[in-house]
């Protein structure tokens, strides 16, 4: 049963990867030829037969593509067009502020869209639940580029709190975090309070209330656990969402990370990071889809393999 669902892991995987592949090659494709880029302004013919010769731009695209997987399955990425360096060492070496960010933003919601959510579902049918829902509704209809441009107006232009740009300081941690977290903290926020408020319907609950147990035991011991698969299916589901706002929030406040330096490989063409980012973050999604996998049949008794 075990090697059974690897087996299919590692077959999804491998058609994740396959197809992000090609999509990325055909995108490229069309993207330009990345040879007149590096030949300059009024380029020689000679020129740019060389170049393509050099990167294998002058092979046939079906071979151009099958020369490609061979050396993805290989890990051999080429180096960069314009830096020299090898592409996989480049998108490795700004994950770590990528995960960062992500992290720092992941907790922030957790700390903030949890407690708010169980606040919100505890009584389904008080005027405070119709207000919260309406107010997370609201906030989920804010993109989170618009939140950054609301907090480095305020925080930074005009009250000067914070600095805005890198990662040196842990006070410039602040509000990239929060402008990433605001991309999932609306949604969470709903999905705990609506389990929570259902829980709350449930006769274990009346049960518990009838027999003197505290609300806030009710809450956290027992109505939350209810709300809590849900949750983690949002967030596994989720992720490859916020790995898109990565990019965005990264440029915004100048945070070095993979974001960055995919929209720099992006404006440049620079074709063999370009694949290693998208090999990166095909990999990052996958290990936190199956980890939010396995937290669920962790929670869930139900979702686990019925054992013989």
């Known amino acids: 049963m075990i090697l059974s669902g690897l087996a299919q892991r590692l077959a999804r995987l491998v058609i994740l990867l396959l197809g992000v592949n090609a999509l990325l090659f055909v995108a490229l494709g069309l993207a330009g030829d990345p040879a007149l880029m590096l030949a300059g302004e009024d380029p020689t013919p000679e020129l740019l037969e060389r170049i393509r010769a050099e990167y294998g731009l002058d092979l046939p695209v079906w071979q151009r593509y099958l020369v490609q997987l061979g050396r993805m399955a290989q890990l051999d990425f080429g180096v960069s067009i314009y830096t020299g360096q090898p592409a996989l060492s480049m998108a490795l070496e700004q994950l770590p502020g990528t995960l960062l960010m ?36 609201v906030a989920q209809g804010i993109p ?9 107006q305020l925080f930074v232009v005009r009250l000067g709190w914070l600095p805005s740009l890198g990662y040196a300081q842990p006070a410039a941690w602040i509000l990239p975090s929060i402008s990433l977290g605001f991309f999932l903290a609306p949604k969470l926020c709903r999905v705990v309070s609506a389990g ?3 829980a709350m319907q449930e006769d274990y609950i009346r049960t518990a209330r009838a027999n003197g147990a505290s609300m806030r035991f009710i809450l956290w011991r027992e109505a939350l656990p209810a709300a809590l698969p849900a949750a983690v299916a949002l967030i596994g589901t989720q992720f490859a969402f916020l790995v898109s706002g990565v990019v965005l929030i990264e440029t915004m406040f100048l945070w070095p990370g ?27 999604v996958f290990a936190v889809n199956n980890l939010a996998d396995a937290l669920l049949r962790l ?3 139900r979702l686990r393999p019925a054992t013989q």
């Open 196 to 198: 929570v408020a259902e």
């Open 258 to 284: 993979i974001g960055l330096l995919l929209l720099h490989s992006a404006q440049n063409l620079d074709f063999p990071v370009l694949q290693a980012i998208c090999f990166v973050v095909a990999l990052l």
């Open 102 to 137: 992500a992290v720092l933003s992941m907790a922030l919601t957790l700390i903030t869209a949890i407690p708010a959510g169980v606040w919100i579902g505890q009584r389904p049918e008080a005027a405070s639940r119709r207000f919260g829902a309406a107010l997370t509704a």
């Open 299 to 301: 929670i869930d008794p």
């Open 144 to 152: 989170g580029f618009v939140m950054a441009l609301v907090l480095i």
